[in-house]
């Protein structure tokens, strides 16, 4: 297995970014999903997660109205949509599966400043 994230970088308050996730090694479109974060100091916290076939999707309180899961079976990928972004965002983002073991992505920063 693998899981591969891309698409972070610095970005403004207010600002947007699309991090995608490219799965590897298993049958992706068996699988939910999910992205977690991973700010300076602070624990691993799970930020949203979907479904095998995507029709259903949770997310944490602090984003919610403001990121979007969705994910691309044809591709094995999936995508975080980050709008609105605020500095409290600021963290590595990863992207994890569990298939009988739990398998994490290498992670990918993202920061929000002015």
């Known amino acids: 297995v693998q899981l591969v994230e891309s698409g972070g970088g610095l970005v403004q308050p207010g600002g947007s970014l699309r991090l995608s996730c490219a799965a590897s090694?298993?049958?992706?479109?068996?699988?939910?999903m999910s992205w977690h974060r991973q700010a300076s100091g602070k624990e691993r916290e799970v930020v949203a997660y979907i479904s095998s076939d995507g029709d259903i999707t949770n997310y944490l309180d602090s984003v919610k109205g403001r990121f979007t899961i969705s994910r691309d079976n044809t591709k094995n990928t999936v995508y975080l949509q980050m709008n609105s972004l605020k500095p409290e965002d600021t963290a590595v983002y990863y992207c994890?599966?569990?298939?009988?073991?739990?398998?994490w992505g290498q992670g990918t920063q993202v920061t929000v400043s002015s």
């Open positions: 994890k599966t569990w298939t009988g073991a739990n398998y």
């Open positions: 090694g298993f049958t992706f479109s068996r699988y939910t």
